[in-house]
Structure formats: structure tokens, C-alpha cells
């Protein structure tokens, strides 16, 4: 088993920035994916970003290419989600999850272990 806890979100002007974060504990797995995903009031949950276990190759959905970075400490077992010129639409609960498959990081449905999640909220 792993779990996750997320931290770092709160309350932002739009254009403004936060980091969020991710750390791992429990079993430790030589392949996984970890990914965010987030949603939003009457929404359904959305994948954000992932990246796999070598730190290096990372995935995005569209809406946030250029505006947000995954990265990874295997050291500390932390993934981070840096949000810069953030909008009143990426206003959401951010989830962080970790998949033991490399199919389809995109795919909520392939996770295995989730967070309980952290507010973002972004003031217009």
C-alpha cells in the first residue's frame, strides 16, 4: 500500500501562483506513475499532470501546458505540482494519485492510490 498526502493549496488572485505537494509513504514500487487530478464544483474529476518514476518524462492536459510543472524527489519521495498564472478554471480540489501501470497516465481509472485531496481556489 502507499499513501498520499497532498498539501500546499489555498487561496489565490488569478495570475498568482502555488506550489503543491505530494508525498509518499508505505511500499515502495520501482515503476509507478504519479499523477495529479483535480475537480471542480459540479465537475467531474479531471487528469492534470503525471509523471513517471524516472522524474524525466511528464504528461499534461492542454489547459495547463506552459503554466504548470510536475516534478519529482525520489529522495524525499515528493511530487510537486508548480501552478503559475493560475485562472478562475483551475479553481478545484487537487488530488494526487500514483498508478502502478504506465498505459495511460491520463487515465484516473489505472490509479491505485489516492490523497484526500487539497483546495485551490483562485479570486478573479
Known amino acids: 500500500q502507499v499513501q498520499l498526502v497532498e498539501s500546499g493549496g489555498g487561496l489565490v488572485q488569478a495570475g498568482g501562483s502555488l506550489r503543491l505537494s505530494c508525498v509518499a509513504s508505505?511500499?515502495?514500487?520501482?515503476?509507478?506513475?504519479t499523477g495529479w487530478f483535480r475537480r471542480a464544483p459540479g465537475k467531474e474529476r479531471e487528469f492534470v499532470a503525471a509523471i513517471r518514476e524516472n522524474g524525466v518524462n511528464a504528461y499534461y492536459t492542454d489547459s495547463v501546458k506552459e503554466r504548470f510543472t510536475i516534478s519529482k524527489d525520489n529522495t524525499s519521495r515528493t511530487v510537486h505540482l508548480d501552478m503559475n498564472n493560475l485562472r478562475p478554471e483551475d479553481a478545484a480540489v487537487y488530488y494526487c494519485a500514483a498508478a502502478l501501470s504506465h498505459v495511460r497516465p491520463s487515465d484516473q481509472r489505472l490509479y491505485n492510490f489516492w490523497g484526500r485531496g487539497t483546495q485551490v481556489t483562485v479570486s478573479s
Open positions: 508505505g511500499r515502495t514500487y520501482s515503476r509507478i506513475v
